[in-house]
């Protein structure tokens, strides 16, 4: 038989209040689960048949949501480094293509290592641009004419009794070989004449 306590008004209606409480909270699934973790915080062998259940469920999401996190992480590199490598090798051929240029446009292999150390220097990622710094740095020098070089106007003809051959080949315009064979042949015998 049970035993009978005398228990005040006002401490058996918090009791009931308290029981009704905690019953409503039992009721909601996710408030049942927060209890029983509560519980289990305050005494670890307390017996939470739900928050295992919830607990055996989440282990192994928990390890596939942090498997994703990390293969998403791992893409999103590998794609920056993708982009990054096709930045580098975009680059790297505009810089090739250049060179390339500059050499058909006449550049030696000093001219090139010189536009290189402005390149280097100044942090420049086109040769054209250092190749312009090159050229207004070192301007080409100004060729020297010998005083004995007369200029003669080639694009107009001779005076009367000018120099013949200069007439014969602005009259071919320069599509005849007859009149350029002769001319060698006369400076040939010239030459040999002279050696004797």
Do not use: C
């Amino acid at each position: 038989m049970a035993k009978l306590v005398e228990v005040d008004e006002e401490a058996f209606l918090n009791n009931e209040k308290l029981r009704k409480t905690v019953a409503t909270i039992m009721a909601h699934p996710k408030a049942k689960l927060l209890v029983q973790q509560a519980h289990k915080l305050v005494d670890p062998n307390a017996s939470t048949p739900d928050l295992d259940a919830q607990t055996s469920l989440d282990e192994p999401i928990g390890a596939l949501k942090q498997e994703l996190a990390e293969m998403r992480k791992q893409a999103a590199e590998d794609k920056a480094d993708r982009e990054r490598q096709e930045r580098i090798n975009a680059l790297k051929s505009t810089v090739e293509r250049e060179i390339a240029e500059l050499r058909s446009e006449g550049w030696q292999d000093e001219g090139l290592k010189a536009v290189q150390e402005v390149m280097d220097t100044k942090g420049i990622m086109s040769p054209k641009d250092a190749a312009a710094i090159v050229e207004k740095n070192h301007p080409p020098a100004t060729p020297i004419i010998p005083s004995s070089f007369s200029a003669h106007d080639y694009l107009h003809q001779p005076a009367e009794g000018g120099d013949e051959f200069l007439k014969a080949l602005l009259a071919t315009r320069g599509e005849s070989d007859g009149v350029l064979n002769k001319k060698v042949a006369e400076t040939l015998a010239e030459a040999r004449g002279q050696r004797r």
